[in-house]
């Protein structure tokens, strides 16, 4: 099974930036999908983006369309999560998972690996 790394979190004032990184353990990642999804204190893990590695075709949540975009380095096999005009309640850690062979979905039950989170901080 596929291990993945996240790294890139911090605390940021609202309206800067952050770029969220998602390393994975094998090359065989060509054939996942990959999504991102975070979890504030008390809440549920909520979607936020997720995009098909094989021709880079991304969906987001609508609370961060315009302003997150998901991206690709075939070569180090990373997928990366640039966050810009950053809001207080963007706050929570963020996670990312990979599913095999299936589309993005913002249902988290259906991802098959997930690495273990960085936390993300906006101060107003």
């Known amino acids: 099974q596929v291990q993945l790394v996240e790294s890139g979190g911090g605390l940021v004032q609202a309206g800067g930036s952050l770029r969220l990184s998602c390393a994975a353990s094998e090359r065989t990642f060509s054939l996942y999908t990959v999504g991102w999804f975070r979890q504030a204190p008390g809440k549920e893990r909520e979607f936020v983006a997720a995009m098909r590695w094989s021709d880079s075709t991304a969906t987001y949540a609508d609370s961060v369309t315009g302003r997150f975009t998901m991206s690709r380095d075939n070569a180090k096999v990373t997928v990366y999560l640039q966050m810009n005009s950053l809001k207080p309640e963007d706050t929570a850690v963020y996670y990312c998972?990979?599913?095999?062979?299936?589309?993005?979905?913002?249902?988290?039950?259906?991802?098959?690996?997930w690495g273990q989170g960085t936390q993300v901080s906006v101060s107003s």
């Open positions: 998972a990979a599913r095999l062979l299936g589309a993005g979905t913002p249902n988290p039950n259906d991802y098959d690996a």
